[in-house]
């Protein structure tokens, strides 16, 4: 079984839909969470942290559920500036190092 | 502020040759870690260093190698190439080691084995 896995994509939805993207992990010591966007032939960037409670930013809601080992994304509102690629990441059993999904590529079309 | 560079940005090389990519974390970061991204997939975790020593390996053969400068930057050693090692290489930094702590993504070293 892999450390992270996601849905397999892409995804391709119109404006102003909402996505979610959802991700399990392996490792039940995984104390730190996040997704990071990544555009195409750039490097990845931090979307946001996910914390046991959920957190939101904006049109975008991270959640997390530890029993399952679970985390999800949910964007809303869709936009064309959300196409991309959304990388589930833990803390690997390295300590902080990243552990990376294999991600899921968002379209938003007009 | 300038932030993770690294250099070359592109590469090509040989099977069989050696390459060094090299990293400048973001100012006042003590922390540098390298990944590989071959074209479909995430980001692999190799190495992670702190104050110069190795904290973490990632599973990843002995031909991959680092080192960490007292400027904190890096360097990441590939020997005896193979056609596999084409890829991005990334290089992040972050200020320490805690957990949760962002890590800051440079723009890769496009490697292209031959």
């Known amino acids: 079984r892999k450390e992270v896995e996601q849905d397999p994509g892409p995804f391709n939805v119109p404006e102003g839909a909402t996505v979610a993207f959802n991700c399990t992990y392996s490792?039940?010591?995984?104390?730190?969470f996040f997704w990071y966007r990544q555009d195409c032939r750039k490097e990845p960037k931090l979307l946001m942290s996910?914390?046991?409670s959920g957190n939101e930013d904006g049109r975008f809601t991270a959640q997390l559920n530890r029993a399952s080992q679970y985390i999800s994304l949910l964007i809303r509102d869709s936009k064309l500036s959300d196409s991309a690629t959304y990388l589930c990441?833990?803390?690997?059993?390295?300590?902080?190092?990243?552990?990376f999904g294999k991600g899921t590529t968002l379209s938003v079309s007009s | 502020d300038a932030g993770v560079t690294q250099s070359p940005t592109h590469l090509i090389k040989t099977r069989g040759q050696h390459v060094t990519l090299r990293c400048s974390p973001i100012?006042?970061?003590?922390?540098v870690s390298w990944y590989q991204q071959v074209l479909g997939q995430g980001p692999q975790f190799i190495f992670q260093?702190?104050?110069?020593?190795?904290?973490g390996r990632g599973n990843f053969p002995d031909r991959f190698s680092a080192r960490q400068f007292p400027n904190y930057s890096s360097e990441l050693n590939v020997n005896a190439l193979l056609l596999g090692d084409s890829a991005l290489y990334l290089c992040?930094?972050?200020?320490?080691?805690?957990?949760?702590?962002?890590?800051?993504f440079g723009p890769g070293t496009r490697l292209t084995v031959l």
């Open positions: 992040a930094s972050s200020f320490g080691l805690v957990l949760g702590n962002e890590q800051f």
């Open positions: 490792n039940s010591a995984s104390q730190s």
């Open positions: 996910v914390y046991s």
């Open positions: 990441v833990v803390n690997g059993q390295a300590g902080t190092a990243l552990i």
């Open positions: 100012s006042g970061h003590k922390s």
């Open positions: 260093y702190y104050e110069k020593e190795e904290r």
